[in-house]
């Protein structure tokens, strides 16, 4: 009987070991390929967090843009003759301009801030008005952001359009500064 039980206590001791070093390499080895896999996942879809965030300040800076030149031309903006009635600048539709209609002197502001181009890839302290191509009215948008032509006396006048000043391209191929 005394052998019976050392035998059962032997028996119970091999069962409740823990994991052996193989069984813990193989078990990290297959975590380490399913996180390798699984990588290039992430990097998409902050590629693609990104590109929403640049559609939706791209949508919200044309909108006050086009919000500007509707004021414009509803004379509620003074400009001069030869003006195309877009902004001088983006930082202009924060800041505000007086509305001309309005004895008082209100301002009419066109965004609360200037949104920041999120594949911008300079210094992060740069002001988020410098992190875009401007386009004037009359210049090409293969030009945007370039000197004005000799030939058009509207370049760098006005703020017509914005783009991405990003040499990327978007996951559907087509560059950001073409969105």
């Known amino acids: ?18 994991f052996t070093l193989i069984e813990l390499v193989i078990t990290l080895a297959l975590v380490s390929i399913l996180a390798l896999a699984i990588m290039p996942f992430s990097e998409l879809i902050v590629q693609r967090e990104k590109e929403q965030q640049l559609s ?4 919200e800076i044309r909108t006050a843009l086009d919000a500007y030149k509707d ?4 004379g509620l903006i003074d400009k001069e003759a030869e003006a195309s009635g877009y902004p001088p600048s983006l930082t202009v539709l924060v800041t505000g301009v007086p509305n001309a209609k309005d004895p008082k002197g209100s301002l009419l502001m066109f965004l609360r801030h200037v949104p920041r181009d999120p594949f911008f890839a300079g210094e992060p302290d740069t002001p988020a008005e410098d992190t875009w191509n401007v386009r004037s009215y009359g210049v090409p948008p293969d030009q945007a952001g370039a000197d004005a032509p000799s030939g058009n006396d509207q370049a760098g006048k006005d703020v017509f359009d914005v783009s991405s000043k990003s040499d990327r391209a978007g ?9």
């Open 71 to 74: 004021s414009s031309d509803a």
């Open 171 to 179: 996951i559907n191929g087509v560059p950001y500064k073409q969105w």
């Open 1 to 18: 009987m005394p052998t019976n039980t050392v035998r059962s206590r032997g028996a119970n001791q091999l069962d409740q070991r823990g």
């Open 56 to 59: 939706a300040a791209l949508r």
